[in-house]
């Protein structure tokens, strides 16, 4: 007679630590980065689906592995409200640098 049990199965759980560091608690520009880098989560995005960079491409310049970028993608998009407050910060900081910088020639 064949045994209906099922097979007593050991699940394990996948553990991932993820090297996205967020916004809240990242020293670089306040904006979320990949740990051990400088380089930000709205950089990747930049250069990855903006710039039409691979990102194959873009994890060889940065020595990076190419699951970070990847990660780095996947947190961008998984995050809209911290990514467009991060954006906002960032455009406002570009608009007050040129308002504080007129380069002008002074008058003779």
């Known amino acids: 007679m064949v045994s209906s049990r099922l097979p007593n ?3 394990v759980m996948a553990t991932q630590q993820y090297r996205i560091i967020s916004a809240d608690d990242s020293e670089i520009h306040n904006e979320p980065h990949i740990d051990g880098s400088r380089v930000t989560v709205r950089d990747v995005q930049t250069r990855v689906e903006q710039r039409g960079l691979s990102p194959e491409r873009v994890a060889e310049r940065y020595d990076l592995d190419i699951a970070d970028v990847y ?6 998009h998984s995050n809209p409200e911290e990514m467009r407050r991060v954006e906002t910060r960032h455009e406002r900081a570009v608009a007050d640098a040129k308002n504080r910088s007129s380069l002008t020639p002074p008058d003779r």
Do not use: D, I, Q, S
């Open 71 to 76: 990660e780095a993608l996947a947190y961008y």
């Open 9 to 11: 199965y050991h699940y």
